[in-house]
């Protein structure tokens, strides 16, 4: 079975550094993605990145990039420069593989990030 | 990215009722949705996965008589809470679409049960 684990419960940040969110993840099946949301007080879930298994270059987008290490089964997510706003709760999610359809996500237990000034 | 809605927003009922969930896409046609659960504090919990023109199809250890979804359109997906109780009190959240590289989420609706 497919499985996510973050364990980081919080993290600490100061403003303008960079910071490593932590994921490692286990899976039988070949293809799959990876995912990380992050979820503000508001409660919405706001896409930040997505790394296919079969991507060869690490996802950038923006501030946030994907260290992708497919031997290590990890999946951390770089956020460069921190801001303020990026203050909030951050999922690691997975979706296995299948052809054709929509697959569901499973996700992390989470990692709340504090950014301090 | 596409849209997805929800509503209510908020809901806050007496023990025993029923309340009633919508998620609609907004601007993309989704024959398959999902439905999570949070609790304060944790993370998301796939309940369901709601099929348009079929039965939805329910995670391990969640409820299908107590959870009704329906998805009668490409566009609608109700969640149905039945005979709430104050442990059905959570953040719901619905998503759908996107491929396989992302799936949009609702803005969730928060349940609470008295």
């Known amino acids: 079975a497919q499985k996510i684990t973050q364990t980081q419960p919080g993290m600490f940040v100061q403003e303008k550094e960079a910071v490593t969110l932590d994921c490692t993840y286990d899976t039988s099946d070949q293809s799959y993605g990876l995912f990380w949301y992050k979820q503000p007080s508001s409660g919405e879930m706001i896409f930040l990145i997505y790394?296919?298994?079969?991507?060869?270059q690490n996802a950038t987008e923006g501030r946030y990039s994907l260290n992708f290490q497919k031997a290590r089964k990890s999946a951390n997510l770089v956020i460069s420069a921190s801001q303020l706003g990026d203050s909030a709760m951050y999922f690691c999610a997975m979706r296995e593989g299948r052809s054709g359809g929509y697959n569901k996500l499973i996700f992390g237990a989470g990692t709340r990030l504090a950014v301090h000034p | 990215g596409a849209v997805v809605s929800q509503h209510p927003s908020r809901v806050i009922c007496k023990s025993g009722t029923s309340v009633k969930i919508e998620c609609r896409s907004l601007d993309f046609q989704a024959t398959t949705m999902f439905w999570y659960r949070q609790f304060p504090k944790q993370s998301l919990m796939l309940m369901a996965t709601?099929?348009?023109?079929?039965?939805?199809?329910?995670e391990q250890g969640v409820e299908k008589d107590k959870f009704l979804i329906n998805h009668a359109s490409l566009t609608l997906s109700t969640l149905t809470v039945t005979s709430a109780h104050p442990e059905d009190s959570s953040f719901y959240i619905c998503s759908g679409g996107g491929g396989f590289d992302e799936q949009f989420f609702g803005p969730g609706t928060r349940l609470t049960v008295l």
């Open positions: 709601s099929n348009e023109g079929s039965k939805a199809t329910y």
């Open positions: 790394q296919g298994s079969y991507d060869e």
